[in-house]
């Protein structure tokens, strides 16, 4: 009698989360086409050769978040500044050689945290240094702008606790 009582228990509890699993299921497979899509959605372009939006900012090896803002960096850089599609790739290329930097700063155990952070602010900084080289004059002014926003973006999360797993 005990025994089809733990059954019939189990059956009952399968049957409440067997949906609750499913619905988890299919809302992080969503969230996952979501981020696929945007992160390596089609670049397009209009008539007159500038950028759409959609741009591949690439998660690569990167972790989600470092992923996902870098993408989303793209994709407002493309949108606010209005770059052409050459001037897409010259920034993805920028990105990309600064990446295995900033892997390694991030793997040396040798450097204390503040050192890392330095390190990464000058791999930031000749970044930026870069990337204006090949933008107009207004084009840098939004950057700029774009540039501020995102740090203080950066600096709300950490101090929310939001961005502390993304630090260095």
Known sequence: MERKKVIAGTVIAIALLLPLGKWVIASRQESSDKQSSYLNGPVNSSTDGRMAGGVSGGAGRQGRGRGQRAARMMAEMTKELNLTAEQVKQV????????????????????????KRSAMAQIRQDQQAEINKF????????????????????????????GAANKC
Do not use: C, F
Request: aromatic share 2%; glycine share 4%.
């Open 135 to 162: 933008l107009t004059p207004d084009q840098q002014t939004k950057y700029t702008a774009l540039i501020v926003k995102m740090q203080a973006e950066r600096a709300a999360s950490s101090q929310n606790g939001r």
């Open 92 to 115: 993805q290329s920028v990105q990309q050689n600064s990446q295995p930097k900033m892997g390694a700063i991030r793997q040396n155990s040798q450097m204390s945290r503040d050192q």
